[in-house]
């Protein structure tokens, strides 16, 4: 069953523009994952941030998590044709990793 | 380091036969976990092996095995393959902290 809902679902934006991803989920985590997947390959680790931490940055990426509304964001800057994929949540508490169904990011040159 | 292999790329199979997908982890990661993608129902967990131990099996039906050899090496099976077995099925493997997953480019089943 999954534990992460992303929103969107799908996102279309125009090169250079920033792309913000939403990702809820319901149970109490030990940490939050990003990952991305080009169009059926396997899935790429982007960030993870964990329970007790806020914000987390790397490159063009930022990640918030707010776990008192079980809730975290991804925020890619400057966005380019190349960075068209799915992007994924996925958490992990007591269990094995659980995704989120995704999305689906297109960006326009 | 080698990443994750996935053998084979590509598989077509007709209902009621069984298929073995293989999965090679990156060098020293013990932890195998193998997941399912449709597009219907995302990625569902399959099962996680850790120094050849099944540590969790996620929600299939007994049709769906695994096994995982000493060289970290994992297999998974599928018996009487169905049409909604078609999927891609993906191999992932971790280190050293258990955190974070690298996965293979998976296996696309086809079950015709």
């Known amino acids: 069953s999954q534990q992460g809902e992303e929103d969107p679902q799908a996102l279309s934006i125009q090169e250079g523009e920033n792309a913000t991803m939403n990702c809820s989920y319901k149970?109490?985590?030990?940490?939050l994952q990003w990952y991305r997947q080009n169009s059926g390959r396997g899935l790429v680790h982007l960030i993870l941030i964990r329970s007790n931490e806020r914000e987390k940055h790397s490159g063009r990426l930022r990640v918030t998590l707010d776990t008192s509304k079980k809730s975290s964001s991804l925020l890619i800057t400057a966005s380019r044709a190349a960075d068209t994929a799915s992007y994924f949540c996925?958490?992990?508490?007591?269990?094995?990793?659980?995704f989120g169904k995704g999305t689906r990011l297109s960006v326009i040159a | 380091k080698a990443g994750v292999t996935q053998t084979p790329r590509y598989l077509i199979k007709t209902r009621g036969q069984q298929v073995t997908l293989s999965c090679s982890p990156i060098?020293?990661?013990?932890?195998v976990s193998w997941y399912q993608q449709t597009p219907g129902q995302g990625l569902q967990f399959l099962f996680e092996y850790f120094s050849e131990t099944q540590r969790n099996k996620g929600n299939f039906p007994g049709r769906f095995s695994g096994r995982q050899f000493s060289n970290s090496r994992s297999e998974m099976n599928v018996s009487t393959l169905e049409l909604g077995d078609s999927a891609l099925y993906l191999c992932a493997s971790s280190g050293e902290g258990y955190e974070k997953l690298f996965f293979g480019s998976g296996t696309q089943l086809s079950v015709l």
């Open positions: 996925a958490t992990r508490g007591n269990t094995p990793l659980v």
């Open positions: 149970t109490s985590i030990n940490n």
């Open positions: 060098s020293g990661h013990r932890s």
